[in-house]
Protein backbone atom coordinates (compact mmCIF):
# COMPACT_ATOMS: atom_id res chain seq x y z
CA UNK A 1 0.00 0.00 0.00
CA UNK A 2 3.03 2.44 0.97
CA UNK A 3 4.45 1.79 -3.02
CA UNK A 4 1.11 2.77 -4.13
CA UNK A 5 0.96 5.96 -1.68
CA UNK A 6 4.53 7.07 -2.53
CA UNK A 7 3.94 6.38 -6.51
CA UNK A 8 0.93 8.56 -6.18
CA UNK A 9 2.88 11.19 -4.34
CA UNK A 10 5.28 11.55 -6.87
CA UNK A 11 2.51 11.71 -9.33
CA UNK A 12 1.16 14.39 -7.62
CA UNK A 13 4.50 16.23 -7.37
CA UNK A 14 5.15 15.59 -11.21
CA UNK A 15 2.06 17.38 -11.68
CA UNK A 16 2.80 19.91 -9.06
CA UNK A 17 5.99 20.22 -11.02
CA UNK A 18 4.25 20.72 -14.47
CA UNK A 19 1.81 22.64 -13.47
CA UNK A 20 4.93 25.47 -12.31
CA UNK A 21 6.25 24.91 -16.16
CA UNK A 22 3.28 25.62 -17.37
CA UNK A 23 2.37 28.41 -15.28
CA UNK A 24 6.27 29.88 -16.03
CA UNK A 25 5.40 29.23 -19.85
CA UNK A 26 1.89 31.12 -19.48
CA UNK A 27 3.81 33.78 -17.79
CA UNK A 28 5.78 34.34 -20.30
CA UNK A 29 3.41 34.56 -23.18
CA UNK A 30 1.20 36.68 -21.35
CA UNK A 31 4.45 39.03 -20.78
CA UNK A 32 5.30 39.53 -23.97
CA UNK A 33 1.87 39.71 -25.51
CA UNK A 34 1.63 42.94 -22.97
CA UNK A 35 4.92 44.47 -24.63
CA UNK A 36 3.76 43.84 -28.08
CA UNK A 37 0.42 45.49 -26.83
CA UNK A 38 2.69 48.51 -24.92
CA UNK A 39 4.56 48.92 -28.36
CA UNK A 40 1.68 49.47 -30.36
CA UNK A 41 0.19 51.35 -27.98
CA UNK A 42 3.20 54.03 -28.53
CA UNK A 43 3.19 53.44 -31.85
CA UNK A 44 -0.16 54.69 -32.57
CA UNK A 45 0.48 57.57 -30.58
CA UNK A 46 3.62 58.54 -32.47
CA UNK A 47 1.47 57.46 -35.66
CA UNK A 48 -1.34 59.57 -34.52
CA UNK A 49 0.45 62.82 -33.75
CA UNK A 50 2.78 62.40 -36.86
CA UNK A 51 -0.70 62.21 -38.86
CA UNK A 52 -2.00 65.56 -36.96
CA UNK A 53 0.72 67.17 -37.85
CA UNK A 54 0.79 66.33 -41.36
CA UNK A 55 -3.28 67.33 -41.51
CA UNK A 56 -2.15 70.74 -39.85
CA UNK A 57 0.36 71.51 -41.81
CA UNK A 58 -1.92 70.35 -45.25
CA UNK A 59 -4.49 73.48 -44.02
CA UNK A 60 -1.75 75.89 -43.42
CA UNK A 61 -0.51 75.15 -46.79
CA UNK A 62 -4.11 74.98 -47.80
CA UNK A 63 -4.75 78.47 -46.95
CA UNK A 64 -1.18 79.59 -48.48
CA UNK A 65 -2.89 78.28 -51.77
CA UNK A 66 -5.47 80.71 -51.67
CA UNK A 67 -3.29 83.54 -50.73
CA UNK A 68 -0.77 82.47 -53.92
CA UNK A 69 -4.17 82.57 -55.73
CA UNK A 70 -5.24 85.48 -54.84
CA UNK A 71 -1.93 87.35 -55.72
CA UNK A 72 -1.78 85.96 -59.15
CA UNK A 73 -5.23 86.98 -59.73
CA UNK A 74 -3.97 90.56 -58.76
CA UNK A 75 -0.94 89.85 -60.81
CA UNK A 76 -3.09 89.10 -63.89
CA UNK A 77 -5.44 92.20 -63.41
CA UNK A 78 -2.58 94.54 -62.61
CA UNK A 79 -1.10 93.20 -66.42
CA UNK A 80 -4.34 93.66 -68.19
CA UNK A 81 -4.80 97.18 -66.93
CA UNK A 82 -0.79 97.64 -67.63
CA UNK A 83 -1.55 96.59 -71.35
CA UNK A 84 -4.36 98.66 -71.71
CA UNK A 85 -2.37 102.00 -70.69
CA UNK A 86 0.06 100.95 -72.96
CA UNK A 87 -2.29 100.33 -75.38
CA UNK A 88 -3.35 103.71 -75.26
CA UNK A 89 0.38 105.03 -75.65
CA UNK A 90 0.53 103.07 -79.14
CA UNK A 91 -3.01 104.68 -80.00
CA UNK A 92 -1.54 108.48 -78.62
CA UNK A 93 1.38 107.59 -80.66
CA UNK A 94 -0.13 106.56 -83.90
CA UNK A 95 -2.68 109.53 -83.46
CA UNK A 96 0.96 111.97 -83.57
CA UNK A 97 1.32 112.25 -79.91
CA UNK A 98 -2.17 113.59 -78.86
CA UNK A 99 -2.82 112.83 -75.75
CA UNK A 100 -1.14 112.52 -72.21
CA UNK A 101 1.55 109.71 -73.46
CA UNK A 102 3.58 111.11 -70.16
CA UNK A 103 0.78 110.22 -67.87
CA UNK A 104 -0.54 106.68 -69.87
CA UNK A 105 3.12 106.09 -69.51
CA UNK A 106 3.19 106.42 -65.94
CA UNK A 107 0.09 104.46 -65.48
CA UNK A 108 1.19 101.60 -67.21
CA UNK A 109 4.63 101.59 -65.06
CA UNK A 110 2.05 101.78 -62.08
CA UNK A 111 0.51 98.64 -62.45
CA UNK A 112 4.07 96.82 -64.23
CA UNK A 113 5.45 97.19 -61.01
CA UNK A 114 1.96 95.77 -58.91
CA UNK A 115 2.06 92.95 -61.19
CA UNK A 116 5.69 92.32 -60.56
CA UNK A 117 4.93 92.78 -56.57
CA UNK A 118 2.06 90.64 -56.74
CA UNK A 119 4.11 87.72 -59.02
CA UNK A 120 7.38 87.90 -56.32
CA UNK A 121 4.73 87.68 -53.38
CA UNK A 122 2.71 85.11 -55.41
CA UNK A 123 5.60 82.59 -56.11
CA UNK A 124 7.38 83.55 -52.53
CA UNK A 125 3.58 82.10 -51.03
CA UNK A 126 3.62 79.21 -54.23
CA UNK A 127 7.37 77.95 -52.33
CA UNK A 128 6.75 77.88 -48.84
CA UNK A 129 3.13 75.93 -49.57
CA UNK A 130 5.19 73.62 -51.92
CA UNK A 131 7.48 72.79 -48.53
CA UNK A 132 4.76 73.03 -46.37
CA UNK A 133 2.94 70.22 -48.43
CA UNK A 134 6.15 68.28 -48.86
CA UNK A 135 6.84 67.89 -45.20
CA UNK A 136 3.27 66.96 -44.41
CA UNK A 137 3.64 64.38 -47.03
CA UNK A 138 7.02 62.50 -45.09
CA UNK A 139 5.07 62.67 -41.96
CA UNK A 140 2.82 61.10 -43.36
CA UNK A 141 4.98 58.60 -45.07
CA UNK A 142 6.15 58.03 -41.45
CA UNK A 143 2.84 57.75 -39.68
CA UNK A 144 2.51 54.69 -42.49
CA UNK A 145 5.68 53.19 -41.43
CA UNK A 146 4.33 53.97 -37.69
CA UNK A 147 0.87 52.04 -38.69
CA UNK A 148 2.87 49.27 -40.04
CA UNK A 149 4.68 48.80 -37.52
CA UNK A 150 1.81 48.83 -35.00
CA UNK A 151 0.15 46.15 -37.43
CA UNK A 152 3.24 43.96 -36.90
CA UNK A 153 3.16 44.47 -32.97
CA UNK A 154 -0.52 43.59 -32.89
CA UNK A 155 -0.37 40.37 -34.88
CA UNK A 156 2.87 39.63 -32.47
CA UNK A 157 0.51 40.11 -29.63
CA UNK A 158 -2.26 38.16 -30.80
CA UNK A 159 0.53 35.14 -31.23
CA UNK A 160 1.21 35.40 -27.99
CA UNK A 161 -2.33 35.49 -27.00
CA UNK A 162 -2.70 32.06 -28.81
CA UNK A 163 -0.02 30.58 -26.95
CA UNK A 164 -1.02 31.89 -23.94
CA UNK A 165 -4.62 30.45 -24.75
CA UNK A 166 -2.80 27.24 -25.21
CA UNK A 167 -0.65 26.86 -22.27
CA UNK A 168 -4.03 28.14 -20.18
CA UNK A 169 -6.13 24.84 -22.14
CA UNK A 170 -3.04 22.58 -20.98
CA UNK A 171 -2.67 23.88 -17.54
CA UNK A 172 -6.30 23.33 -16.84
CA UNK A 173 -6.16 19.62 -18.71
CA UNK A 174 -3.78 18.99 -15.99
CA UNK A 175 -5.74 20.33 -13.02
CA UNK A 176 -8.44 18.10 -14.08
CA UNK A 177 -5.85 15.14 -13.29
CA UNK A 178 -5.07 16.00 -10.13
CA UNK A 179 -7.38 14.69 -7.20
CA UNK A 180 -9.75 16.41 -5.59
Do not use: F
Amino acid sequence: MSEISESMEEDLRSLEDILKELNKEAGKHKAERDKYHQQADVLAEKRDKLQEKARRLSSEAKALKAQRDDYNLSASENRQKRDEWNDKVRSMKARGGLGDISGAKQMADTYHQKMVKCNSSGQAVHAKMQTLYEEADKLRQEAQVCHDQYLDCKKAADIEHEKYIQVIKRINRVKDELPD
